[in-house]
C-alpha cells in the first residue's frame, strides 16, 4: 500500500539545523510531489514547500526561504527536509504529504517527526 | 500570506448536522475552486475529506460535504457521530504561496 515513512524525533538548540527524511513506498516516486508541512502544538496546518523528482523543480513558501532546503534520492525514494537557523517556535510536528501532479490536496501523510528547539 | 480563518470550535449532538466555515480571500478561496478538507484526530497524521471544494475520496462517507461561497468554504457535517470527534483543517490553491491552510477547528460531539 501507499505508505510515507518519516525519520524519528529530533532535539536541537537554537542556531543549529534538522534534518527530516521521508521514505515512500508503494508507488513511483517521481510521479508525484512531496509536500512538508508543519503543525506546531495544538495549532493549525502551515505549509512549507514542495519537492518533484521528476522535474527537478520545489518551491517554498516566502517564510522559509532561505532557511529550508528541499533534497531527494530517486534511487532509495526518499524524500529530505533541511531546516536551518532554528528558534524556538520552529517547535513543531513535521509531516511529509504526497501530491498528485494535477491534484491540489494531499492523499497520503507520513506518520509526523516531532522537532523539538530548545537550549 | 495569512491562514485561513476558521472558528476555533464547533459542537453538536449525535445525529446532527453542524457546518464549519472557511474564510479567505479572492487569491486563495475566492479565486479558485482548490479548497480541500482534512480530518485529524488527536495524534494522528491529517485525513483528506473532501478535495476540489465538494469532491470526496473514495471511502469517505457521504456524511461530509463541502461548498463554497465567495471567499468562504464551508464543510457540513450531518448525522454526526462521537467518532468525527477531530479537529478539521481546510486548505486552498493561493496565486502567491502555492498553498495555504486554514486555522483549524475543533469538533465536540456533545
Known amino acids: 500500500q501507499v505508505q510515507l515513512v518519516q525519520s524519528g524525533a529530533e532535539v536541537r538548540k537554537p542556531g543549529a539545523s534538522v534534518k527530516v527524511s521521508c521514505e515512500a513506498s508503494?508507488?513511483?516516486?517521481?510521479?508525484?510531489?512531496i509536500n512538508w508541512v508543519r503543525q506546531a502544538n495544538g495549532q493549525g496546518l502551515e505549509w512549507m514547500g514542495w519537492m518533484n523528482s521528476n522535474t527537478g523543480k520545489t518551491g517554498f513558501s516566502q517564510k522559509f526561504q532561505g532557511r529550508l532546503t528541499i533534497t531527494w534520492s530517486t534511487s532509495i525514494s526518499t524524500a529530505y527536509m533541511e531546516l536551518s537557523s532554528l528558534r524556538s517556535d520552529d517547535t513543531a510536528v513535521y509531516y511529509c504529504?504526497?501530491?498528485?501532479?494535477?491534484?491540489?490536496?494531499?492523499?497520503?501523510w507520513g506518520q509526523g517527526t516531532l522537532v523539538t528547539v530548545s537550549s | 500570506q495569512s491562514a485561513l480563518t476558521q472558528p476555533a470550535s464547533v459542537s453538536g449532538s449525535p445525529g446532527q448536522s453542524i457546518t464549519i466555515s472557511c474564510t479567505g480571500t479572492s487569491s486563495d478561496v475566492g479565486g479558485y475552486d482548490y479548497v480541500a478538507w482534512y480530518q485529524q484526530h488527536p495524534g494522528k497524521a491529517p485525513k483528506v475529506i473532501i478535495y476540489?471544494?465538494?469532491d470526496r475520496p473514495s471511502g469517505v462517507s457521504n456524511r461530509f460535504s463541502g461548498s463554497k461561497s465567495g471567499n468562504t468554504a464551508f464543510l457540513t457535517i450531518s448525522g454526526l457521530r462521537t467518532e468525527d470527534e477531530a479537529d478539521y483543517h481546510c486548505s486552498s490553491f493561493a496565486s502567491n504561496t502555492l498553498f495555504v491552510f486554514g486555522t483549524g477547528t475543533k469538533v465536540t460531539v456533545l
Open positions: 476540489d471544494v465538494s
Open positions: 508503494g508507488y513511483t516516486f517521481s510521479n508525484y510531489d
Open positions: 504529504a504526497r501530491r498528485g501532479l494535477y491534484d491540489d490536496w494531499f492523499d497520503t
